[in-house]
Structures are given as C-alpha cells and as structure tokens.
C-alpha cells in the first residue's frame, strides 16, 4: 500500500514517478489530474459529496444542462412550465441511449420527461420543447445534485481519500497523469491497478457492511 499522503505529498509522488521535475508543464497539471481521479472516485465508490441546487432557465430549443465542475451525480431534475402556472414536472433519469431514443420517437415540443448524463460536464434532457405562444421564455429548472466533498488543494490538505484511500486516489490520479502525457503502456498499467483497486475497496466495504449487519466488531 502507498504511504498516506496530504495534497504536496501527493503532487511530490507523482511528480518523482513521472521522472520529469523540470517539466513545468506537466506539474502546472497536477491539480487537475487529482481533481479529476477524485470526481471519478467518487462516482465509482459510490462516495456521495455535498448536496447542492442548481436553478436556471431552459430556453426553447435547449437540449442541454451545463454541470458544475465539482459534479459527482444527480438526485432530482424539476422543470417548471410557465404555460401552467409553473406546473412542476420531475424528471426520469435514464441511462444516455435510453434518452437518445426517446429525442428520436418524441414530438419536439413536448414536455420534458427524461434526463442523462451526455457526459461528466453535460446533462441532456429531452424531449426539446420548441413553442411559439407569446412571451413564452421557457421552462424554469431546479437541479439538485451531489458535489465533491472537501476537494484537495494546497489549502485543504487532506481529506476522506488521503485519510482512507490514498492508494486508491494515487492510482487514479496517475491515471489522469499518464493519459494527458499520452503514453499507452503505462495508460493501460495503471488503469488496471486501478481497478483492482476499486474492486478490493468494494469487497472490504462489503464485508464490513456485512459484519456489521450481523454484529460483529470489525477492527
């Protein structure tokens, strides 16, 4: 297992394993590959962040939701028709083909009634209203979703995945290291290590559950 580490730790590893201390480039990134290896953490493992609102308006013709970028994933999507009296309509999340589908079998003004994640930074809804009434402006949306909790930094140095996961968050974030210097062999290295990894910290998790459900101290 790799030592625990706080945030300039991490950044010290990982700059030594690339075996490039000079490349100011590569090191300007660091944050970025440790941000982004503890978002996909986060998802994988399950390991939900802060709750957060998000609440704009979707112009007609809109298809699309700009995420934070802390995003982790979502809980509920609500629009609200003006043509209503601003009826509420809650959302169905669905996985991406299954939304695609329906933007292809539906009336494009319709609705909304489904939503995916088109991609880590992109919600799509669907189907697409277009209307022409007067002073219609479109739907009000409230978003609520899960962040990432308390996101290392230089300022905050440590936290759920130094304390518990620091082999799990070094493995990903290299991940990230080594698909920015596009190097294949170790690409492929550590995203198996990685999932390795992911896959011992669900069956430890499994089984502390299960130890628990039974009553049984688990040390």
Known sequence: MIPLYTYDGLVDYMTK?????NDTDLI?????FILLAQLDLSRRLNIFGTQKILIGTWGQGQST???????????SLTFYDPRSSNEA??????????AQSVTSTNEANGIPSDYSELDVNTLFVTP???????????????????????PLSPTNQSNY??????????YGAL????IYLKDSYYINFYKETLA????????????????????????
């Open 128 to 150: 697409t209203p277009v209307d022409l009434s007067p002073n219609y402006d479109g739907f009000g949306f409230q978003f609520i979703f899960h962040e990432l909790y308390q």
């Open 196 to 219: 390795q990894a992911i896959q011992d910290t669900l069956n430890t998790d499994l089984m502390n559950r299960t130890d628990r459900s039974a009553n049984v101290e688990v040390n």
């Open 17 to 21: 394993i690339s075996a490039r201390p």
């Open 28 to 32: 300007d990134q660091m944050p970025n």
């Open 175 to 178: 991940l990230q290291m080594y």
């Open 65 to 75: 939701i700009q995420l934070p970028n802390l995003y982790i994933r979502p809980i």
């Open 161 to 170: 995945f130094t304390q518990r996961l620091m082999d799990v968050l070094s």
């Open 89 to 98: 309509h809650v959302l169905t999340y669905r996985l991406n083909e299954y």
